[in-house]
């Protein structure tokens, strides 16, 4: 089975159960101070700490968020979830996800534009030859 298969079945494995599972462990960590460890989330909710619950997690939380405007915030480096206890926290949140953004979207700019070594016209033909197979 390839990712997107996997990751497709599991984020249709989603319930509204899980959902209300992570709202309510959620709702005992109001405001950034009371911030919530994401392994403690998914064991929380899922009994076990894998790959597969972590990402069923993070597919809730985003979806949360979202289309239900649920306000989940999370800070790097602080280290776990969070509900925002005033709209202060959410900004401060929503901030953060900004500059993440505009900083995944200048190093994928510069990826478009860096130098790469030069490839030589015979090198071109044999991989158009090779292409062709």
């Known amino acids: ?14 319930t509204e159960i899980d959902k209300r599972r992570i709202a309510r ?3 005992q960590h109001v405001g950034k101070a009371n911030a919530v460890k994401k392994a403690t989330i998914v064991a929380a909710a899922f009994g076990q700490v894998n790959d597969s619950t972590e990402r069923k997690t993070r597919e809730i939380i985003a979806d949360m ?10 800070l790097s480096g602080k280290g776990g979830y969070y509900l ?5 926290e959410a900004l401060e ?5 900004e500059g993440r953004a505009t900083e995944a979207n200048a190093r ?3 990826l478009r534009m860096c130098n790469l070594p030069a ?5 071109r033909a044999q991989k158009a030859q090779l292409s062709m197979l």
């Open 25 to 27: 462990l959620l709702s």
């Open 108 to 110: 994928a700019k510069a």
């Open 84 to 88: 925002a206890a005033d709209h202060d």
């Open 93 to 97: 949140s929503a901030r953060e996800l």
């Open 65 to 74: 968020v979202t289309n239900d405007h649920f306000p989940i915030c999370a």
């Open 1 to 14: 089975m390839n990712p997107k298969d996997f990751y497709d079945r599991l984020i249709a494995s989603i």
């Open 119 to 123: 490839v030589l016209p015979e090198e």
